[in-house]
Nanobody, 126 residues
Framework: QVQLVESGGGLVQAGGSLRLSCAASGDRFSDYAAAWFRRPPGKEREFVATITWNGASTYYADSVKGRFTVARDNAKNEVYLQMNSLIPEDTAVYYC???????????????????WGQGTQVTVSS
């Protein structure tokens, strides 16, 4: 099992940046692919970005492509989401997730992720 804890959320003005971190504990984190999802106010949770176990492949939702970057450091058991050029539509609770089903394949399907963090709030003001 893997336990995930997100941090780094907060309030930022439009055009600003934030860096989210996800700290993993438990099983060897390099056995898992990881991803970020988000739940905007009043909406369903949606995929944001994913990264394979070794960081070789990443994939992004169209809405964040070119603005967000996902990365990981397996030596530190951490995954990151660098968010630049933030817009009010990025306001959401952001969740870190991990899956052992497809560690070498970018996976956008929420149901394939086995472990989830509690989430961190990101609010972008206009």
């Amino acid at each position: 099992q893997v336990q995930l804890v997100e941090s780094g959320g907060g309030l930022v003005q439009a055009g600003g940046s934030l860096r989210l971190s996800c700290a993993a504990s438990g099983d060897r984190f390099s056995d898992y692919a990881a991803a970020w999802f988000r739940r905007p106010p009043g909406k369903e949770r949606e995929f944001v970005a994913t990264i394979t176990w070794n960081g070789a492949s990443t994939y992004y939702a169209d809405s964040v492509k070119g603005r967000f970057t996902v990365a990981r450091d397996n030596a530190k058991n951490e995954v990151y989401l660098q968010m630049n050029s933030l817009i009010p539509e990025d306001t959401a609770v952001y969740y870190c997730a991990a899956t052992f089903h497809t560690p070498g394949i970018v996976t956008t399907t929420e149901g394939l992720y086995n472990y989830w963090g509690q989430g961190t709030q990101v609010t972008v003001s206009s």
